[in-house]
Structures are given as C-alpha cells and as structure tokens.
C-alpha cells in the first residue's frame, strides 16, 4: 500500500482551494497575491511531506525562504483590500521580498539565526496587519460592503495563523536547544500545516471580496466637511439614488460618488451612529427589503437581489441583526391585522 505523508495531502487539498479561487475571482482585478498565497502553502506543504515523510534533506534550503514569502504575501492581499499603495508593483516586490532575501542569505552564512529570523518576520507581519485592521471593517476601502464583516474575521484569522506559526517555530527552535529535537517531528507535522491550512482558508476567504475597477473621476475633493454635512450628503445618496442597491459599494466608491474623503465618512457615520460604514448602509438595504416584504409578492431571493446583497447567509444575517427577525417571519407579522 503506498503510504501518503499528511503534508502531501494537505498540499492537494490547497491546490484544489486554488482551483476554486481562481475560477470564482473573475473580476477584472483579482487579488494576486491570496493566490499566490495558497499556491506557496502548498507547495510548503511539499516541501515538508518531501523533508520529514521520505527524509528529503536538500529541500531545507528551500523551506526557510519559502517561509519567509509567506507574511508578506497576506500582507500585501489584505492592503489591497484597505487601501491603494503608493509604491508601485515593482516597489512593492522589491520592499516585501527583502525578508526572504535576508532568509536566503542566513542560509547561506549563519544558519542558527534562520529560526529567530522567521519568527520575527511572523510576528512583525501578524502586527501590521492588525494595526492596518485597527479601525475595524472600515478599513476594508475597497471590500464591497456586503462582504465586509467576513472578510475581517477572515484577515483575524490570517494574522492569527501567523502568531500560530511563530508560536511553532518558537517550540520547535527551544525543543532542539533544550531536547535535541525529539518533540519536533510531531510539532512540525501538525502544528505548521494547521497554521497553513488556516491561512489559506482565510487567503480564499477574504479573496472574495476585490476591488471593482471604475474610472477614475476628476474631482477634487473638499478638505474638511463637518460631520453634519457629510451625514446629509450620505442619506442623500441612499435615498435619492438608492446606491445601496450597488453590490459592489465599497467605501472607496462612495468617497468617488460623494467627493468626500472617505476617512471623514466613516469618522461622521461612526460618530452619529455608532455603527460602521457596512452596518450602515447595510441597513439601508434592510430597510427597502423590510418594504418589499410588506408590500409585494416578491420571493425573497429576488428581494435579497434587488436591495444589493448577493448571498442569502449575508441578507439573512443582517436582516436578523436590523430587525430581530428572519424574512419571512417579518412578511407574516407586517401583513397581520393589528388587534
């Protein structure tokens, strides 16, 4: 029987994630980078089956540097999602492929510092993309807003498996300093694919929110508008043209749409309401749906459609979390006759 190691299953699995991101982000700018995230967690996992399943000792030059490639690769797919660069591409490249060039060179000169050296890239990438996350959903500029609330926990999820990644590094560089290593095969075979497995899940699961291309219009926009007026100009827009109903609103686009910069929306939502920009326009949505529901015989799902919002868990969540109730329960009660 021939016997197949973990990490070699792990990687076919990832392979095919990789199959279902690429055939689903059709958009006209995919985020690259979670892609090639989940292509480089499997062939990590290779790496691993070929090293510790069949003793494979050359691909450990290799699985350093591949490791190295990993932060920086969540990092710059989640940037894409809260903001545009001002380095270009080739930039970018040059300035987050400097960890995995200092991973090589230890390599090759001093290998005891490789393990110190990956834990501190992991740590140091987990924390920027939290602190880039540090304003909650809103920062996700140019995740359309259905997909918000997932997309965040999914890059929590991510900037965990990095500190989880450090966490078994960390072991596995002390169990061969203290043990000689006994407790590391076990570590490494779990611990890493487990950290792998996660951020890539995460990579697929935050790749579904993208960035919608759109001209760019020429329009300068004010330097400072009070809270009350960017409110107004805010339901304006909802109301009067109903771009709610947009499924691919962003918060970058609604800063185009209005000419206002798009931290002072979120600041004078968040300071009048409490809520985040994708609660409310979410409620926006909900509202016309709650409407709908009242007045028409339309099913659901067309309601779910017409409103802006694109999946069913989504509409169903924060309907629940708008009005305390599901749809359908809603149309009952709305067409009751009030005793």
Known sequence: MIFIPLPFVVAILLVT??????????????????QAL?????????????????????????????????????????????????????????????????????????????DIGIILIDIGYAAAI?????SGTDALRLAPFENAGPTYRAILFAAGALLLSAAVDA???LDFAWAGGIYALKVISFGNLIGLAIL????????????????????????????????????????????????????????????IPARQISAAINRATGKNVSQYVNEHRIAEACLLLAETEKPVTKIMFDVGIQTKSNFNREF???????PLEWRDRSRKPSS
């Open 38 to 114: 989940i292509l480089l967690s499997a062939f990590q996992s290779v790496l691993s089956g070929l090293r510790w399943g069949y003793a494979v000792l050359p691909v450990m030059y290799a699985m350093p540097v591949a490791a190295a490639m990993v932060p920086p690769l969540a990092y710059l797919g989640i940037s894409r999602l809260a903001r545009k660069s001002a380095l270009s591409p080739i930039q970018q490249i040059c300035l987050h492929g400097l960890p995995a060039g200092l991973i090589g060179v230890l390599v090759a000169i001093w290998r005891d510092a490789i």
């Open 130 to 134: 939290l602190l880039l996350m540090r």
């Open 200 to 259: 890539a899940m995460a990579a697929a699961a935050a790749s579904r929110s993208h960035a919608p291309a759109e001209k760019t219009e020429n329009v300068r926009p004010p330097e400072f508008l009070e809270d009350a007026q960017t409110l107004v100009a805010v339901q304006a827009l909802m109301k009067d043209r109903h771009a709610y109903r947009d499924v691919d609103l962003n918060l970058d686009r609604l800063a185009r749409k209005l000419a």
């Open 320 to 326: 629940r979390r708008v009005t305390d109730t599901t």
């Open 17 to 34: 994630l990789f199959g279902v991101v690429r055939s689903r982000d059709d958009s006209p700018s995919p985020n690259l980078p979670f």
């Open 171 to 173: 072991f596995i560089w």
